[in-house]
């Protein structure tokens, strides 16, 4: 019996893998999975993300703060995506194989035929003595409930502290 990638290999279909769902990939495959059900495009598309969730960056300082709800900044995929024609596969990469047209995953191998990369940046921290350990990054959903976290602290200790000078150190 033929597997299902067998027999859309022989109908010419392609397997189009999008490599993170942040900004660009979401872009990506939102655009491909339009063109695929408007008939303009025959392919398998996948998304492949280390996140279950899309994260709103732009919005990430605002669930400090709380002005706006946590579930607002941070969303599900699944809810995102037309998964009746995309699958999401939740992965880290490991490599990409560009002569064999694979790319290794925390979860095996995935075959494809046109690669978007759109994995990311890393955030760089200038070499200054001190503060790494010091600063509250804003890159990640985790990051943000840090620095509310830390705020919340804060802002407790300011209200035990015995003078006007100890409450505005804080």
């Not at 919005?59 to 995506?81: G, M, S």
């Not at 990409?96 to 759109?118: C, K, M, W």
């Not at 943000?144 to 602290?153: D, F, N, S, V």
Request: some cysteine; overall charge positive.
């Amino acid at each position: 019996m033929e597997t299902t990638t067998a027999m859309a290999e022989k109908k010419g279909v392609k397997k189009i893998v999008v490599l993170g769902a942040g900004y660009a990939g979401l872009r990506a495959i939102l655009d491909l999975a339009a063109s695929y059900r408007r008939g303009a495009l025959k392919a398998e598309l996948t998304l492949i993300d280390r996140s279950p969730c899309h994260q709103i960056i732009t919005w990430l300082h605002l669930t400090v703060t709380e002005a706006v709800p946590a579930h607002v900044a941070y969303l599900p995929l699944r809810q995102l995506i037309p998964t009746d024609v995309v699958t999401v596969m939740q992965a880290n990469v490991e490599a990409i194989a560009p002569n064999t047209h694979t790319v290794l995953t925390s979860r095996g191998e995935v075959r494809f035929d046109r690669l978007v990369v759109a994995l990311g940046s890393e955030t760089t921290v200038p070499p200054i003595p001190g503060l790494v350990e010091h600063i509250f990054p804003l890159r990640w959903w985790s990051d943000a409930e840090r620095l509310r976290q830390h705020i919340r602290q804060q802002f407790a200790l300011a209200g035990k502290a015995p003078s006007q000078t100890e409450r505005r150190s804080r």
